[in-house]
């Protein structure tokens, strides 16, 4: 059975995409906790991180690194924290949140609101910083 992120990336369900390549795509999380807060998922549906094989892994976080470097200058800030989860959606993610004190990256915070507009602004500007490197 297909998750609401496979879905997504069969163009199903809408998302504010980054960018994606082959094997990996990233969108704009739509409760996020800061501007740019980021999904990374991999377009192969597993539901664990641990149990992607080895090459994927490594590619994975390699292609979730790219987005952050993106984020950072997109939305300039001390560090893009970085959180893997996994438990309310049974398909391997990785969060990317900029971070300026340590309390950003909590999931107990409000989550942010922004209109479609602003989600398209946020995406089209991580992408942007992406194609400079």
Not at 4 to 8: D, E, G, Q, S, W
Not at 26 to 33: G, S, T, V
Not at 51 to 60: G, Q, V
Not at 83 to 92: K, M, S, T, W
């Given at each position: 059975m297909d998750t609401?992120?496979?879905?997504?990336i069969k163009g199903e369900i809408p998302s504010?995409?980054?960018t994606e390549d082959k094997n990996f795509y990233?969108?704009?999380?739509?409760?996020?906790?800061k501007k740019g807060h980021t999904l990374v998922i991999?377009?192969?549906?597993?539901?664990?991180?641990?149990?992607?094989?080895?090459?994927?892994?490594?590619?994975?976080?390699?292609?979730?690194?790219?987005?952050?470097?993106a984020i950072k200058k997109a939305y300039p800030c001390v560090k893009v924290g970085m959180?893997?989860?996994?438990?309310?959606?049974?398909?391997?993610h990785i969060h990317l949140v900029p971070m300026d004190e340590m309390g950003d990256l909590q999931f107990s915070n409000p989550?942010?609101?922004?209109?479609?507009?602003?989600?398209?602004?946020?995406?089209?500007?991580?992408?942007?910083?992406?194609?400079?490197e």
């Open positions: 609401v992120f496979t879905k997504i504010y995409k980054v990233a969108f704009l999380d739509i409760n996020p906790l991999p377009k192969k549906q597993v539901d664990y991180v641990f149990d992607l094989d080895d090459e994927l892994y490594k590619d994975f976080f390699l292609f979730a690194k790219r987005v952050a470097k959180a893997v989860i996994g438990l309310e959606v049974p398909h391997a989550k942010l609101q922004f209109t479609k507009e602003e989600f398209l602004e946020i995406a089209s500007n991580i992408a942007s910083a992406m194609e400079i």
